[in-house]
């Protein structure tokens, strides 16, 4: 079945550690994005990636990267800068530039915790 | 710039009762609209989507929305909700580049 996979679907980080939240499409999408969602502010816009090799920040960068080696796969990397990580995590992918009139489609999510 | 405010944070609604959730967007170009649905712990499923033509559209599970460009709205309702509607709905606006999600509205099904 064609879809985004996102792994892990819980993960439990300590202050001060980086830690990477994966995202694998096999819908032969161009683009990808990451969404933070908190209680009450919906999701938003933290990076995303139109093309191989290039992305650019969302609304709420700061404290995160990624990277776009391959098509099929965009890493969200929370980093100690990130003051408030604690969040669920949302990854998405769509067709590509110029067409993103058609939907997105989102992977099952990542509940990341700061113990 | 564009936007997405959902007027409303939580809906209770009795079941079998019509509900309408209500979205108003802003954008400076031509907008492309969606309303998603989240179950708990769950990513986001898309109901319906305004691309062009018909103002009214229709979705899954029963539900449609009325785009209103003179009010910049597109409000989503169903005519009889069922326990299973319960869920967070969000409206998000495209502009091509980037999907703008609004804050959600958190429905409520009262037997």
């Known amino acids: 079945d064609g879809g985004i996979t996102q792994s892990p679907k819980y993960l439990f980080r300590k202050e001060g550690q980086n830690v990477t939240l994966s995202c694998e499409q096999n819908?032969?999408?161009?683009?990808m994005y990451w969404y933070r969602q908190d209680p009450g502010q919906g999701l938003r816009l933290i990076y995303y990636?139109?093309?191989?090799?290039?992305?650019q920040k969302g609304d709420i960068a700061e404290g995160y990267s990624v990277s776009r080696e391959k098509k099929e796969s965009f890493p969200l990397t929370v980093t100690s800068a990130q003051k408030n990580p604690t969040a669920f995590y949302l990854c998405?992918?769509?067709?590509?530039?110029?067409?993103?009139?058609?939907?997105?489609?989102f992977g099952q999510g990542t509940r990341l915790t700061v113990v | 710039a564009q936007s997405v405010t959902q007027l409303d944070s939580q809906v209770p609604v009795f079941e079998e009762a019509p509900v309408e959730l209500r979205c108003n967007y802003s954008?400076?170009?031509?907008?492309?609209l969606f309303w998603y649905v989240q179950y708990p712990n769950q990513g986001l499923q898309l109901l319906l989507k305004?691309?062009?033509?018909?103002?009214l559209v229709k979705g899954i599970n029963g539900f449609e929305a009325e785009f209103n460009k003179s009010q910049t709205s597109f409000h989503l309702r169903k005519p009889s909700v069922h326990i299973s509607d319960t869920a967070e709905y969000f409206c998000?606006?495209?502009?091509?580049?980037?999907?703008?999600f609004g804050t959600g509205t958190r429905l409520t099904i009262i037997p």
């Open positions: 998405a992918s769509s067709i590509g530039k110029g067409t993103l009139r058609t939907e997105a489609f």
């Open positions: 819908l032969n999408h161009d683009a």
């Open positions: 990636s139109q093309i191989v090799n290039d992305f």
């Open positions: 954008s400076s170009v031509s907008v492309y």
């Open positions: 305004y691309l062009s033509g018909s103002t």
């Open positions: 998000a606006v495209s502009d091509s580049e980037k999907l703008t």
